[in-house]
Every structure is written in structure tokens, then in C-alpha cells.
């Protein structure tokens, strides 16, 4: 059973800095697209970031372009994202995926509630 565990959600103020991790241990990290999601009250999940295997290859929202950075580091089994410059509608439960195929893994969700 593959888990994904995600600390770091809280709340923030406007404009502060924020970075999630997800953590898999026992898991073929360095195989797998890592991704973000998020999901606001009332709103379908929506794609946030994603990064490929080796990170080399990176793609964002155009709602967070600019703001959010997402990176890996596969030596720990671990992805991260950076957000920076938070706004309030960046409010919402965000979840890690990782993605191999038909293999899709979801973290459990943390809360990010921005400010203002």
C-alpha cells in the first residue's frame, strides 16, 4: 500500500510564503510524475503543478504561474511546493498525486487557508 504523507498546510497571511511536502517512503519515487492539487469549498479538484520523473520537466496553473514552485528531490522520497505571494483564493485542501500510468496515488490532504 503506497502512502503519500503531506505535513505543512496551515494558515498563512497575505502574501506570505508556504511549502508543502509529500513524503513516500517505500515507494518507486523516481518513477512516478509528481502533481499538486487543490480543491476550495464548492469547486472541483484542479490540477495546481506537476514535475516529471527525472524534474525535468515542469508545468503550473496559470493561477499560480510566477507564485508557486514545485521540485522534487528523489533521494528522500519527497516533492515539495513552494508558494509564494498567497492570495485568499489560493485557499483550499491541497493533495499530492503521484501518477505512473494506470498507477495513481493521492496523499490524504492538508488545509491551506490564506488571510487577509
Known amino acids: 500500500q503506497v502512502q503519500l504523507v503531506e505535513p505543512g498546510g496551515g494558515l498563512v497571511q497575505l502574501g506570505g510564503p508556504l511549502r508543502l511536502s509529500c513524503a513516500a517512503p517505500g515507494f518507486t519515487f523516481n518513477a512516478y510524475t509528481m502533481n499538486w492539487y487543490r480543491q476550495a469549498p464548492g469547486k472541483e479538484r484542479e490540477l495546481v503543478a506537476s514535475?516529471?520523473?527525472?524534474?525535468?520537466?515542469?508545468n503550473y496553473a496559470d493561477s499560480v504561474k510566477g507564485r508557486f514552485t514545485i521540485s522534487r528531490d528523489n533521494a528522500k522520497n519527497t516533492a515539495y511546493l513552494q508558494m509564494d505571494s498567497l492570495k485568499p483564493e489560493d485557499t483550499a485542501v491541497y493533495f499530492c498525486?503521484?501518477?505512473?500510468?494506470?498507477?495513481?496515488?493521492w496523499g490524504q490532504g492538508t488545509q491551506v487557508t490564506v488571510s487577509s
Open positions: 498525486n503521484a501518477n505512473l500510468y494506470r498507477n495513481n496515488y
Open positions: 514535475i516529471t520523473s527525472t524534474g525535468g520537466n515542469r
